[in-house]
Nanobody, 123 residues
Framework: QVQLVESGGGLVQAGGSLRLSCGAS????????MGWYRQGPGNQRELVAS???????NYADSVKGRFTISRDDAQKTVYLQMNSMKPEDTAVYYCNVEKLLTGPPIRWENDYWGQGTQVTVSS
């Protein structure tokens, strides 16, 4: 049974920083595109940042220049470094793996999500 477990959320003042981590537990051999999404109060879930298995990154316009996504495949972990945070970054943050290789039996499985971690930025 594969699980994604997020950590690192919390309360921070505007201008501060947080680092989110998302580790995959269970039998995981490889993950393809990994990403962070967020859902603020009354809002739909939105993509914050993603990173491919080759290291290419994509960011929402609202976080470009402030957030950095990275991955450590040996540790089966994806990170989100958040700097210069703003109150509008307040949300529940979810990690996602688009497709991962697990087993036995060896197989690709799609669209895994973590349970979410709360990030609150005070003004």
């Amino acid at each position: 049974q594969v699980q994604l477990v997020e950590s690192g959320g919390g309360l921070v003042q505007a201008g501060g920083s947080l680092r989110l981590s998302c580790g995959a537990s269970g039998s995981v051999f490889r993950g393809l595109t990994m990403g962070w999404y967020r859902q603020g109060p009354g809002n739909q879930r939105e993509l914050v940042a993603s990173i491919t298995s080759g290291g290419s990154t994509n960011y929402a316009d609202s976080v470009k220049g402030r957030f950095t996504i990275s991955r450590d495949d040996a540790q089966k972990t994806v990170y989100l470094q958040m700097n210069s945070m703003k109150p509008e970054d307040t949300a529940v943050y979810y990690c996602n793996v688009e497709k991962l290789l697990t087993g036995p039996p060896i197989r690709w499985e799609n669209d895994y999500w973590g349970q979410g971690t709360q990030v609150t930025v005070s003004s």
